[in-house]
């Protein structure tokens, strides 16, 4: 069992930047590909970046690409999200997830097994 807890969230200006956080329990984070989610009311929830447990492979959505990025600390079991130059499209909640299987399926189905409980990230114009 993996537990997710999401950090950093808030209320920025347009343009400004956050740094999310994502603290996982266990000894095998490593072995976890690990992504961001977020969901805006009304909308369905986007798959906006992963990374692979060695940290080699990473993947950004082309809504957050040259603003957003993803990376881990493995020996802090702990995901980072730096998001900079936000937009108010930006708003919502972002969720930390993480799944044993590969960055490439996952990419396909974002079937993670394990969830935070999500953080509020608010952009205002």
């Known amino acids: 069992q993996v537990q997710l807890v999401e950090s950093g969230g808030g209320l920025v200006q347009v343009g400004g930047s956050l740094r999310l956080s994502c603290a996982a329990s266990?000894?095998?984070?490593?072995?976890?590909?690990m992504g961001w989610f977020r969901q805006a009311p009304g909308k369905e929830r986007e798959f906006v970046a992963g990374i692979s447990g060695s940290a080699i492979v990473t993947y950004l959505a082309d809504s957050v690409k040259g603003r957003f990025t993803i990376s881990r600390d493995n020996a802090k079991n702990t995901v980072y999200l730096q998001m900079n130059s936000l937009k108010p499209e930006d708003t919502g909640v972002y969720y930390c997830a993480g799944d044993q299987q590969g960055l490439a399926v996952l990419r396909r189905t974002s079937l993670f097994a394990y969830w935070g409980q999500g953080t509020q990230v608010t952009v205002s114009s």
């Open positions: 266990g000894r095998t984070f490593s072995s976890y590909t």
